[in-house]
């Protein structure tokens, strides 16, 4: 089943990462690129993952994650992890 892209952050967390990161940063320019080409995606995610057991990881968040990993050349995901909590 497929997982939803929903953000939960605030719910885990006392600082909302929005306010952390400026207003003219170039991630938030790159971001409304990339979601308005994944949300053209969304049917054909939907229709690569069975409807049966748990939900996955969205595939959403996995391409934004591959996408930052690239922009950063982080060399694995383990780094990738590290570099998001550390940098957040």
């Known amino acids: ?41 969304g049917g054909d995610f939907d229709r690569l993952y069975a409807d049966l057991r748990r939900p996955s990881i969205a595939p959403e968040r996995l391409i934004r994650a591959s996408l930052i990993q690239i922009l950063f050349s982080i060399r694995s995901e383990r780094q990738l992890m590290e570099q998001m909590q550390y940098n957040l």
């Open 1 to 41: 089943m497929r997982g939803t892209d929903e953000v939960s952050g605030s719910l885990f967390s006392h600082v909302d990462l929005e306010d952390r990161i400026p207003a003219r940063h170039p991630l938030r320019k790159i971001r409304q690129i990339v979601n308005d080409a994944l949300a053209s995606l």
